[in-house]
C-alpha cells in the first residue's frame, strides 16, 4: 500500500492541509495520509510554537471523520529537534515490504531540500509527493539534482491542488478578531474559540 506522510507544525491545521491530502491520495492513488505534527520544528526553533497538546488536538478534531486519515505523535513523543529523516527510519521499520512511503511536502520545501538533515538519507527512504505552493516558483529538479543525485527519480511533481491560506495568517487573523470561518474545519474553529489561542492574551 501507498502511505502519505503529511508532516508540519499544523499551528494551527487548515482546510489546504486537508485539501492536500485528499488531492494527492487521488492522483497517485495513495491508500492512507499520516498527519504528523511536529515537537521541536528544526527551521522554527527561534520563534513560539502553541503546546503540542492543542496543536494534536486540532489535527484529531480535523481528520475526526476522514477513515483514510491517521495521525501520528511520534515527532512529539520522540523530544527534541524533529528531522524527518529520523521519522522516516522510524516509519520503514515499521512497514511491510511491499509499501511504500510518500513524503507529501510544498513547492517551498523542496527547493530547501538541501539544506535539509540527511537529504540524501531521506530520499533513499521515501518518495516525494510535491504540490504548488502561491507565491513559489516551481522548483528547479536540474538544479536540485546537482545537489542530491538521484533526487529527480524520486519525486512526483503535481500541478494541483493551489493553496493560498497558511498557519501564519490564520493566527494573525484570529489575533486581529478576524473570521476564519471557512478556513479551518469548524471543530477546530470551535476549538481555537473555546481555548483561547492564538488572541493577544495568549
Not at 106 to 129: F, T, V
Not at 154 to 181: C, F, W, Y
Request: neutral net charge; aromatic residues 6%.
Amino acid at each position: 500500500m501507498r502511505t502519505g506522510i503529511l508532516g508540519g507544525t499544523f499551528d494551527p491545521i487548515h482546510n489546504g492541509h486537508i485539501l492536500v491530502a485528499e488531492v494527492v491520495s487521488s492522483l497517485i492513488n495513495i491508500g492512507k495520509v499520516i498527519f504528523i505534527p511536529a515537537g521541536c520544528p528544526n527551521f522554527k526553533e527561534d520563534k513560539p510554537v502553541t503546546e503540542a497538546k492543542h496543536r494534536l488536538q486540532m489535527v484529531r478534531l480535523a481528520i475526526a471523520e476522514k477513515p483514510s486519515f491517521g495521525l501520528s505523535t511520534m515527532e512529539i513523543d520522540r523530544g527534541g529537534v524533529s528531522y524527518t529523516v529520523d521519522t522516516m527510519r522510524a516509519l520503514n521499520r515499521r512497514l511491510n515490504p511491499e509499501d511504500e512511503l510518500f513524503l507529501i511536502m510544498g513547492w517551498d520545501n523542496l527547493r530547501n531540500l538541501p539544506l535539509w538533515h540527511e537529504p540524501s538519507e531521506l530520499i533513499s527512504l521515501c518518495k516525494l509527493a510535491v504540490v504548488p505552493r502561491v507565491g513559489f516558483p516551481m522548483p528547479d529538479l536540474v538544479s536540485l539534482e546537482s545537489r542530491i543525485p538521484g533526487l529527480s527519480g524520486r519525486v512526483t511533481m503535481l500541478d494541483k491542488p493551489e493553496i493560498a491560506v497558511t498557519s501564519s495568517e490564520i493566527r494573525e487573523r484570529v489575533r486581529l478578531g478576524l473570521s476564519i470561518h471557512g478556513l479551518v474545519p469548524v471543530a477546530v474553529e470551535d476549538y481555537i474559540a473555546e481555548n483561547g489561542l492564538y488572541t493577544s492574551k495568549n
